[in-house]
Nanobody, 117 residues
Framework: QVQLVESGGGLVQAGGSLSLSCAAS????????MAWYRQPPGKQRELVAS???????KYADSVKGRFTISKDRIRQMVYLQMNSLKPEDTAVYYC???????????WGLGTQVTVSS
């Protein structure tokens, strides 16, 4: 059974840093695109960053230069390092695994990140 479990959220002051982790079970990092999404209060879920099977990364313009996505194939972990956090980064952050060729799409339950001004 595929499982994605996020951790590392919390409350931080603006300008601070947080590191999110996603523990993945039964996911092949070689064929799945791993990503972090977020859903701010009252808004739609949006893509924050993704990392492909070839380790290519993509970022939303709003987080470029501040956030870094990475993965550890051995430990089956995906990370999101968030620096220079802003109040507008406040959201529930979700770990996602997609395999486009097989129409597979898995989600974690999310972790809350709150940035105070």
């Amino acid at each position: 059974q595929v499982q994605l479990v996020e951790s590392g959220g919390g409350l931080v002051q603006a300008g601070g840093s947080l590191s999110l982790s996603c523990a993945a079970s039964r996911i092949s990092f070689d064929v799945f695109v791993m990503a972090w999404y977020r859903q701010p209060p009252g808004k739609q879920r949006e893509l924050v960053a993704s990392i492909g099977g070839d380790d290519r990364t993509k970022y939303a313009d709003s987080v470029k230069g501040r956030f870094t996505i990475s993965k550890d194939r051995i430990r089956q972990m995906v990370y999101l390092q968030m620096n220079s956090l802003k109040p507008e980064d406040t959201a529930v952050y979700y770990c996602n695994a997609k395999r486009y060729s097989a129409a597979l799409d898995f989600w974690g339950l999310g972790t809350q990140v709150t940035v105070s001004s």
